[in-house]
């Protein structure tokens, strides 16, 4: 049974960075962080293989990067430069059915954190 547990999400102003982290338990390639304004759809954020490629939202381009460390079972986004228009409950997602940005790929989930970012 796949179990992901987010942490590290929190409130920082515009410009500032923090970094979330996804336990992993029983987890599943590939995996990545989807997030969700209230109001608005669940979008993918950052994806990434087991072969170690990379899928990035354009608005996170630059800003954002997401890691694995498989031993340690963690996921991780680091997220720079953060903007008002990134805050959001972000989730961990796994057992995509393939490398994409499309939530409906991605079988498991975390219960989310919520980042806050003021301007």
């Known amino acids: 049974q796949v179990q992901l547990v987010e942490s590290g999400g929190g409130s920082v102003q515009a410009g500032g960075s923090l970094r979330l982290s996804c336990a992993l338990n029983?987890?599943?390639?590939?995996m990545g962080w989807f997030r969700q304004a209230p109001g608005k759809e669940r979008e993918g954020v950052a994806t990434?293989?087991?072969?170690?490629?990379?899928m990035f939202a354009d608005s996170v381009k630059g800003r954002f990067i997401i890691s694995a460390d498989n031993a340690k079972k963690f996921l991780y986004l680091q997220m720079n430069s953060l903007k008002p228009e990134d805050t959001a409950m972000y989730y961990c997602?796994?057992?995509?059915?393939?490398?994409?940005?499309?939530?409906?790929?991605?079988?498991?989930w975390g219960q989310g954190t919520q980042v806050t970012v003021s301007s």
């Open positions: 029983g987890y599943t390639y590939p």
């Open positions: 997602a796994a057992g995509g059915k393939w490398l994409s940005l499309d939530r409906s790929d991605f079988g498991y």
């Open positions: 990434i293989d087991s072969d170690g490629t990379k």
